[in-house]
């Protein structure tokens, strides 16, 4: 397992209460996050910059958890992807453009319920809401290391081979990786979805 030490150096730098780390943490972080951010919140500028100042001010508040088994950068987006998801919870909003999965039948068929034409049925439109709240919170739940290889794969679109210079592994283990975290998406969703079904049926019976 890699050992990023430039940021475990650096971790511990902020720990000591380095402030020119601090400068170099805010300056060589906040960009990269902002990116990662806006495109999930539908290119809302002001959202991004509150969600990417959340996740930093946070992540100094946790860095002492830091273990730099992986880049301080994808500790970062583990924290950011939770905030986005907490941001568009309390704006009501969810993702809609995940493409996550494709060789999972379940979660094949919501994705291809978020691409079908929208209808005006309330019943339709909170059955498409529930489902994307559901992939949303089943990503959040992953080990970050799993969160993020789904992301860069099915949602960014990179390729193995992109993925293994991302992680510094070779591409058999990436392939490996791929799969850990496809079953254990599935697992986390059909858990999920179960206790969504059964939690439905009580309100109906009762």
Not at 33 to 44: K, M, P, Q
Request: with cysteine; net charge negative; charged share 30%.
């Amino acid at each position: 397992m890699p050992v990023y030490l430039d940021d475990k150096r650096l971790v511990k730098q902020l720990l000591a209460g380095d402030q020119r780390a601090f400068d170099r943490f805010f300056e060589d972080n906040f960009a990269r996050l902002y990116r990662f951010a806006i495109v999930r919140l539908s290119d809302d500028p002001e959202g991004a910059r509150e969600v990417v100042q959340i996740t930093l001010t946070r992540a100094v508040r946790k860095m002492h958890t830091f273990r730099a088994e992986s880049a301080l950068f994808t500790w970062l987006c583990a924290i950011c992807r939770n905030e986005i998801s907490d941001w568009l919870t309390r704006q009501g909003r969810y993702r809609d453009h995940i493409v996550l999965v494709e060789d999972l039948p379940e979660i094949q068929a919501a994705v291809d319920s978020f691409q079908a034409p929208i209808e005006d049925s309330p019943e339709r439109h909170y059955q498409r809401v529930e489902a994307l709240r559901l992939i949303q919170v089943a990503l959040d739940r992953l080990p970050a290391k799993y969160g993020n290889v789904l992301e860069w794969k099915y949602v960014e679109g990179h390729s193995v081979i992109e993925i293994s210079a991302r992680l510094e592994i070779g591409t058999e283990a990436t392939q490996s990786l791929l799969a850990r975290a496809k079953r254990a998406f599935a697992d986390v969703y059909s858990t999920l979805n179960g206790a969504l079904n059964d939690q439905a049926e009580g309100l109906v019976q009762s």
